[in-house]
T-cell receptor, first 110, second 112 residues
Framework: GIQVEQSPPDLILQEGANSTLRCNFSDSVNNLQWFHQNPWGQLINLFY???GTKQNGRLSATTVATERYSLLYISSSQTTDSGVYFC????????????FGQGTELSVKP | DGGITQSPKYLFRKEGQNVTLSCEQN?????MYWYRQDPGQGLRLIYYSQIVNDFQKGDIAEGYSVSREKKESFPLTVTSAQKNPTAFYLC???????????FGSGTQLSVL
C-alpha cells in the first residue's frame, strides 16, 4: 500500500519562529489533507489540498502531486500552534480512504 | 451547532465484553469513518461508510463491527475478539467520497 512519511518527527521552536513540515507519499493520490491535533486530542482540518497552494492566516500549504510531496508552512509561530500535525492522503481508486502519516509533533516555547 | 458528537468520552471494557461507541453527525454528510489512534502513532482506518446501509473494512477491521442504518449515525462495536482494544477512537465524516474530513472529539477506551 501507499506509504506516507512526515518529517521531521519532532520540532521545538521559539515563539515567533517559522517552520516547514514535509509530507512525502509513495504513489499517486487524488486527495491530500493536513490536520492539527491539539493536546486534548481534537483534530482540526487545516487544508484540503490535493494540488497547488493555499493560505489561511499564518499557515500555508503547497502540494506538488507530480513529485509526491506536500509542505505545510507555519509563520510567526505561537504557543497555541503546539500539537501534532498530520498529513493524510487518498490513493487513487480506493474509494475515499485516507491514509495518515505518523505526524510531526511541534512544541512552541514562549 | 453543526458537528460530530462522540460518546462516551471515556469507556472501560471488561475482559470478554463487547462495547459500543456512538458517533452522530448533523452535517448532512454522506461518508463516515472510524479511526483508531495508539499513543504516539498516526490514525489507522477501521471501517468506513459512503452511504446508508453500506460499509467497507479499513486496514484494521478485525475485532470490530459497525452499522449504518441512518445517515447521521455510525456506531462502532469493539468485540471481545479485539484482544488489544485500548486506544483513542475517532469518528469522522465528509460530504462525499473525497471531501474534507471533519472529526469528533474522540473516545478513550481502556481495558479493566
Amino acid at each position: 500500500g501507499i506509504q506516507v512519511e512526515q518529517s521531521p518527527p519532532d520540532l521545538i521552536l521559539q515563539e515567533g519562529a517559522n517552520s516547514t513540515l514535509r509530507c512525502n507519499f509513495s504513489d499517486s493520490v487524488n486527495n491530500l489533507q493536513w490536520f492539527h491535533q491539539n493536546p486534548w486530542g481534537q483534530l482540526i482540518n487545516l487544508f484540503y489540498i490535493p494540488s497547488g497552494t493555499k493560505q489561511n492566516g499564518r499557515l500555508s500549504a503547497t502540494t506538488v502531486a507530480t513529485e509526491r510531496y506536500s509542505l505545510l508552512y507555519i509563520s510567526s509561530s505561537q504557543t497555541t500552534d503546539s500539537g501534532v500535525y498530520f498529513c493524510a492522503v487518498g490513493p487513487l481508486n480506493q474509494g475515499g480512504k485516507l491514509i495518515f502519516g505518523q505526524g510531526t509533533e511541534l512544541s512552541v516555547k514562549p | 451547532d453543526g458537528g460530530i458528537t462522540q460518546s462516551p468520552k471515556y469507556l472501560f471494557r471488561k475482559e470478554g465484553q463487547n462495547v459500543t461507541l456512538s458517533c452522530e453527525q448533523n452535517l448532512n454528510h454522506d461518508a463516515m469513518y472510524w479511526y483508531r489512534q495508539d499513543p504516539g502513532q498516526g490514525l489507522r482506518l477501521i471501517y468506513y461508510s459512503q452511504i446508508v446501509n453500506d460499509f467497507q473494512k479499513g486496514d484494521i477491521a478485525e475485532g470490530y463491527s459497525v452499522s449504518r442504518e441512518k445517515k447521521e449515525s455510525f456506531p462502532l462495536t469493539v468485540t471481545s475478539a479485539q484482544k488489544n482494544p485500548t486506544a483513542f477512537y475517532l469518528c469522522a465524516s465528509s460530504r462525499g467520497r473525497e471531501g474534507k474530513l471533519f472529526f469528533g472529539s474522540g473516545t478513550q477506551l481502556s481495558v479493566l
